[in-house]
């Protein structure tokens, strides 16, 4: 089993950080993309950032130039970093990762930015 715990949720006023990390542990075959997608009430679930395996990037325009995404091969984690947070950024945010050819999810954690 691949478990996935994620952790850096919280509320903040507008304007504020958070860091969210996840970190897969148990039987991990090959990690190769990992991301963050979020779903805020009443909307579908959407891409925030992604990244593969050798770094490479993908953002969401509505936080491009705020959020950045990194990992940690060795320690299989991915970390967000929310700046300029936005009350529009409330959210469900869950971890995906692609475990060979095996996609797993986070069980989420709760961003609410106040206004």
């Known amino acids: 089993q691949v478990q996935l715990v994620e952790s850096g949720g919280g509320l903040v006023q507008a304007g504020g950080s958070l860091r969210l990390s996840c970190a897969a542990s148990?039987?991990?075959?090959?990690?190769?993309?990992m991301g963050w997608y979020r779903q805020a009430p009443g909307k579908q679930r959407e891409l925030v950032a992604a990244?593969?395996?050798?770094?490479?990037?993908n953002y969401a325009d509505s936080v491009k130039g705020r959020f950045t995404i990194s990992r940690d091969n060795a320690k299989n984690t991915v970390y967000l970093q929310m700046n300029s947070l936005k009350p529009e950024d409330t959210a469900v945010y869950y971890c995906?990762?692609?475990?060979?050819?095996?996609?797993?999810w986070g069980r989420g954690t709760q961003v609410t930015v106040s206004s």
């Open positions: 990244i593969t395996r050798s770094g490479l990037t």
């Open positions: 995906k990762v692609i475990d060979g050819v095996t996609v797993r």
């Open positions: 148990g039987n991990i075959f090959s990690i190769n993309n």
